[in-house]
């Protein structure tokens, strides 16, 4: 069984910068991309990036293009957000996400049903 786990998440100030983790675990887990997506009180669940591990090619919402930035480690099944520059808008829950049972096929690689497993998120606050 897949479990991603997050951390890393805070309270902080607009400006100020966190690091978010995800580590996966379970028996012989491997995925083709890892993401991130955010959801905030009453919104829905929206892409914030990933990263594809077969060309190491990072993807970003427009609202964090810039400000953020994915890395991690296929080998350690283990992926990072850094997050700059933060707004209050970015108060959200973050949740990790991995394509694991990749058939070969293209998908869209910001949309939510692209994904087949979960963390159970991270809360990140920033005031103003």
């Known amino acids: 069984q897949v479990q991603l786990v997050e951390s890393g998440g805070g309270s902080v100030q607009a400006g100020d910068s966190l690091r978010l983790s995800c580590a996966a675990s379970?028996?012989?887990?491997?995925?083709?991309?890892m993401g991130w997506f955010r959801q905030a009180p009453g919104k829905e669940r929206e892409f914030v990036g990933a990263i594809t591990w077969s060309h190491s090619d990072s993807y970003y919402a427009d609202s964090v293009k810039g400000r953020f930035t994915i890395s991690g480690d296929s080998a350690k099944n283990t992926v990072y957000l850094q997050m700059n520059s933060l707004k209050p808008e970015d108060t959200a829950i973050y949740y990790c996400?991995?394509?694991?049972?990749?058939?070969?096929?293209?998908?869209?690689?910001?949309?939510?049903?692209?994904?087949?497993?979960w963390g159970q998120g991270t809360q990140v606050d920033v005031s103003s």
């Open positions: 379970g028996r012989a887990f491997s995925s083709h991309s």
């Open positions: 996400a991995a394509v694991t049972h990749y058939t070969g096929r293209y998908y869209p690689i910001s949309v939510r049903s692209s994904y087949d497993s």
